[in-house]
């Protein structure tokens, strides 16, 4: 079978996977690493935006990917992709918001179906990495500032105002000046003893 064949029938993923699954540590080994998917597969369908460990949200995350995109593909008639979904969704009443939701809103995407974010980390505790898994299009407000010079942010209205003392500072001492130069020329034209002598 060559390379042409094998992408009509797996469809390729937008996001970068790596060679080897990630070693998911858990008490009850491979069968408790799929569990963990699983249960995070469907928290991501079901919420639309999950913060868990980075490492195995980025995990689930190709298999979230993988999940929709053969639900675009082949549709909820065919029976592999319908038993793909039984598996990966525990609740069954997401099976039906997969089909009926999330394959209008993205069968026209051009790019990955998921977003995620490295979350902060806190400055107590175990040091472990967070991030925060969502699907694009999701009812929440956006996690990122699209507008760069937004006049309300705190930064921006804290330097305009010192911008405007700053200005009125400079305005003041300039008024000044104008004000001492304009009485020194007063005096210069009140007192004509004191004006140098016009050489003849």
């Given at each position: 079978m060559n390379q042409a064949d094998i992408s009509k029938i797996v469809s390729k993923l937008r996001i970068k996977v790596p060679p080897e699954h990630r070693r998911l540590r858990g008490p009850q080994g491979p069968e408790g690493r799929l569990?963990?998917?699983?249960?995070?597969?469907?928290?991501?369908?079901?919420?639309?935006?999950?913060?868990?460990?980075?490492?195995?949200?980025?995990?689930?995350?190709?298999y979230a990917e993988r999940l929709i995109s053969e639900a675009i593909s082949h549709g909820d008639c065919h029976k592999p992709t319908m038993e793909i979904a039984d598996y990966w969704l525990l609740e069954k009443q997401l099976v039906h918001k997969l089909f009926k939701v999330l394959v209008?809103?993205?069968?026209?995407?051009?790019?990955?179906?998921?977003?995620?974010?490295?979350?902060?980390?806190?400055?107590?505790?175990?040091?472990?990495?967070?991030?925060?898994?969502?699907?694009?299009?999701?009812?929440?407000?956006?996690?990122?500032?699209?507008?760069?010079?937004?006049?309300?942010?705190l930064q921006n209205v804290l330097l305009d105002a010192a911008k405007y003392d700053y200005r009125q500072a400079k305005y003041a001492e300039m008024a000044d000046k104008m004000s001492k130069t304009e009485e020194l020329q007063t005096k210069l034209d009140n007192n004509p003893e004191s004006k140098p002598s016009e050489s003849s």
């Open positions: 569990n963990k998917l699983r249960k995070t597969v469907t928290g991501l369908i079901k919420y639309e935006r999950i913060e868990l460990n980075y490492r195995r949200g980025d995990e689930a995350r190709q209008p809103r993205y069968e026209n995407y051009n790019t990955a179906f998921t977003k995620m974010y490295k979350a902060p980390q806190t400055y107590y505790g175990r040091n472990i990495d967070k991030a925060v898994l969502e699907l694009r299009g999701n009812p929440y407000p956006s996690l990122t500032n699209k507008q760069s010079n937004n006049r309300l942010l």
